[in-house]
């Protein structure tokens, strides 16, 4: 299908060759940026769903508004040294893309403010900075808070440069959080690292109906969200498509519904997809299993051929039509290690998933852009970008450097220069084609045998249904260290399938030989990763761990409360069977809706059979009683 929003030209390399062209003659600053990012402006930059109703913005409609909220901002701050840094604390919006470039085009450098972090590190990083304000959708801060409707539009002058930087922060807390700064030469470099990908790889400017968006999934103001969503995409005057929530079926139906082309997102989130496609297939019955797997036994023999793609794409269109259709051109996975099952299942399907690299301090500097599957199943984070280089020490930790990584850093309240090589501290191996990210050093456990045990790759090759996440730490007691895996699961969960779930463990431990040295298990009902992490946090959880505040789950105290009579029984069966769920995932006080993600409807099928099985009435509409031992007492107190 042709492509018409490459300016006239006949093809997208073209286009982006002589988009490259002006921008290298140009003087790369952030003015050259903003002309050439909007000088496409028939383009939409932004869709929405609003009801019944897709909403587009241009990029011209978009420009004329950043350059009247400039004009406003410029005005509310007169009193305000050119430069200064103003904090921005906004969502993922067509807003925060125009009061971003409003706060540089007013002459001011932006601090892109973590939204996931808490109020004292966000004051700390407002002070380190000397932020003069902060533009904000709701939250008000110490310092003059202007809030972003307040940017309203009108015409007035601007000043004749830019700000100079861009301030992006690191996850963490006041301790230990890194705000990173970007000059605009920096991000010419990043910029240059994404015509490196399109170079090199054809997938990745793959269109769909001549269209190419990005679901805005990774946040603005992160590194990721900020350099591999926003900058390498909307420099080339793509579509971006605003997520209304993190619901999966919002994700879902947004998808399908804009024909989005492309996901970057964090490996959490693949990796939850895919448990709930690998349900969904178990539910549908022996059948639909059988199928499955015999179609990835034929997928893995024939391997890296081109056959492998024309074979994915019949044999698994039923799959691909349950979860994001046929739109889906090019996925990736980064901020932390992500399990190869996870991998092979999206690109074994008919998806293209790969695996980036990159850090607040040095941007991104890598994606596996090979088409061969061996190589993307393997978690290969590929080779450096243009301008950057690898290399490892003696320890195995990777050091990077290159033109792209951040001008300076604030640590601990103090700036200074990025050395020339960076420590990552991530361990990673290298075969001559293809980097690998193997964990964090300041991960490894010791354990008691002496053996280094690496986190990352163990809970890679543990799986078990009906965990949430799981998660290797050291536990620190009396000068020793105890590896301990923690298993978050419902915290209504049944003393049977948590002691399955411990045997299932045990096993998978002793077939990789830990058994010695990972003896200890604990179960919570908590979640192991917060919403404030892009990762899991194993310093924090060892500590939670130490301290008790970590919430165990002991199978013999999730007997208590067990109702074991028939009425209780026939209830729990029809929960299962309502929900598609095995009985032992139904517990006592397990909220229908909360805990075991019934719907109205679900509800209304469970209502109707309860009242044909047990003679009992039930109150229309009423769907409060929603736990097995709520419904229980109910019938209990009515039953003929």
Sequence with gaps: MKINNIGGYPSVDRFVDAKLARYNASDKSFSALFALMFSEGDNVLWEESRGYRIAMTTYAQAKSEILRRAATLRRLLADTPSN??????????????????????????????????????LAYALRVTGAAAVVSDGK??????????????????????????????????????????YTAEKFYYQIQGSYDMIRR????????????????????????????????????SRTFVRLNDMQPQTIVNTIKRHKVTHVFAVPLFWEKVCEQAMRTISERGEATVRKFEKGMRISRRLGDS????????????????????ESIQFMIAGGSCIRP???????????????????????????????????????????????????????????????????????????????????????????????????????????????NLNPNLIESRLSLDGAEEICLVGLRQSGTTTPVLLISVSPYITGERLRRMESDLRRQLSALRLAGQVSKLVFTGERLMLDTEFKLNRTRLARALADGTLREVVPDRALLGRMDDDIARRITAMFAMTLHKPEDEIAPDADF???????SLDYFALIAGMRDAFRVSFRTGDMSMSTVRALHDYVLAHIE
Excluded at 170 to 179: C, D, Q, R
Excluded at 312 to 318: N, V
């Design 84 to 121: 200064a840094v103003v904090g921005l604390y906004m969502d993922n919006s067509l807003e925060w893309i125009e009061c971003f470039w409003a706060v540089l085009r007013a002459g001011f450098r932006p601090l892109l403010l973590n939204l996931r972090l808490d109020d004292e590190t």
């Design 341 to 451: 099952q996870t991998m092979e299942f999206f690109n074994a399907i008919g998806y293209r998933l790969a695996d980036g690299y990159g850090m607040s301090e040095i941007g991104i500097t890598s994606v596996e852009l090979s088409s061969r599957r061996s190589l993307l199943n393997s978690c290969s984070v590929g080779t450096p970008m243009k301008g950057m280089e690898y290399r490892i020490n003696e320890k195995g930790e990777l050091l990077v450097r290159g033109k792209a990584m951040a001008q300076y850093v604030i640590e601990d309240g103090q700036p200074h220069d990025n050395p020339e090589w960076f420590n990552t501290h991530d361990l990673v191996s290298f075969d001559g084609s293809a980097y690998r990210i193997l964990g964090r050093q300041d991960d490894l456990i010791v354990a008691p045998n002496g053996e």
């Design 593 to 599: 809706f909360a805990d075991l993600g019934g719907t």
């Design 201 to 236: 790889c054809a997938q990745v400017k793959k269109h769909y109906e001549g269209q190419l968006k990005l679901l805005t999934f990774l946040p603005f103001y992160h590194i990721f969200g900020l350099v591999a969503v926003y900058i390498w995409f909307a420099f080339f």
């Design 306 to 325: 081109s056959l492998a793609d024309a074979f994915a794409k019949i044999a698994f269109r039923k799959v691909r039509d349950g979860m994001f259709g």
């Design 140 to 181: 008000v801060f110490a310092v003059r808070t202007i809030p972003a409707e307040d940017l309203a539009a009108e015409e007035g002058a601007l000043p004749e440069r830019f700000g100079t930087e861009i301030m992006v922060m690191s996850s963490g807390t006041s301790a230990h959080v890194k705000i990173c700064a």
